[in-house]
């Protein structure tokens, strides 16, 4: 599963490297988890904060971190706790988030769209995509922008897919306190879920990372210590 592990983390590499304009010529409560599946996880330096919509945890076996890059694996509660009573998600499908580096500054995804929607349909594209890496393993079936985030459905026929997953995944990469995230659904071979329900996981799923990460950086603010105030010296009693 390594291979198609790699392949979010390329595919953000690659809208990174677009918007850098380097791409001429060229990724409940009450229940009590372990340690290793919690529903949350801050990465990357604590730029951004994971987190599935309701029913994931994370695998952090799986997961890598780093202060430039990290790479978060997400699936049922249940399934990564191993406990049968722990909440499951209403659509069951694979997470991945990854972080690929900084947006490069005056090159937002605003306005980038387009040349996003060119590079992917491209065969060099595509092979981004691809799981193994091999452009013609890919059929992009819609691309489109919303709400500052870069959207993409395909269909993967690579060989030696990870065991279980399915061949459609759906895919949103978006800038998260100056970061390039890529959010990923896949969903699983023996339980195949539609479109709407695929977008709609991804949706919330890009939705919860910006709301954590909004959140954790809101309270690293207001923990920071105040500016030091340059009090302008007052004058003696009695002197003008």
């Given at each position: 599963?390594?291979?198609?592990?790699?392949?979010?983390?390329?595919?953000?590499?690659?809208?990174?490297?677009?918007?850098?304009?380097?791409?001429?010529?060229?990724?409940p409560g009450g229940f009590s988890y372990p340690h290793n599946a919690p529903q949350r996880l801050s990465v990357?330096?604590?730029?951004?904060?994971?987190a599935g919509p309701e029913g994931y945890c994370i695998d952090r076996p799986a997961s890598r971190d780093s202060d430039a890059t990290a790479f978060v694996l997400l699936a049922g509660c249940a399934a990564v706790t191993r406990k049968p009573y722990a909440p499951r998600p209403r659509v069951p499908a694979l997470l991945t988030a990854s972080v690929t580096g900084d947006v490069p500054a005056g090159r937002g995804l605003a306005?980038?769209?387009?040349?996003?929607?060119?590079?992917?349909?491209?065969a060099?594209?595509?092979?981004a995509l691809a799981r193994d890496g091999r452009a013609e393993?890919?059929?992009i079936i819609e691309m489109f922008a919303r709400d500052g985030a870069f959207f993409i459905h395909a269909r993967d026929s690579s060989?030696?897919?990870g065991p279980g997953?399915?061949?459609e995944y759906w895919r949103a990469i978006f800038e998260v306190n100056g970061r390039m995230v890529t959010a990923s659904v896949a969903a699983f071979a023996n339980r195949p879920i539609s479109d709407d329900a695929g977008q709609a996981t991804l949706g919330l799923f890009v939705a919860r990372i910006r709301a954590e990460s909004a959140a954790a950086l809101a309270a690293a603010?207001?923990?920071?210590?105040?500016?030091?105030?340059?009090?302008?010296?007052?004058p003696r009693p009695g002197t003008a």
């Open positions: 599963m390594s291979t198609w592990i790699s392949r979010p983390v390329r595919a953000g590499a690659c809208a990174l490297a677009l918007l850098a304009g380097c791409m001429q010529g060229a990724g990357a330096g604590g730029t951004v904060v994971v306005g980038q769209a387009a040349r996003m929607k060119g590079f992917f349909a491209s060099e594209g595509r092979a393993s890919v059929e060989a030696g897919t997953l399915g061949p603010s207001a923990a920071a210590p105040p500016v030091a105030r340059q009090l302008r010296p007052q």
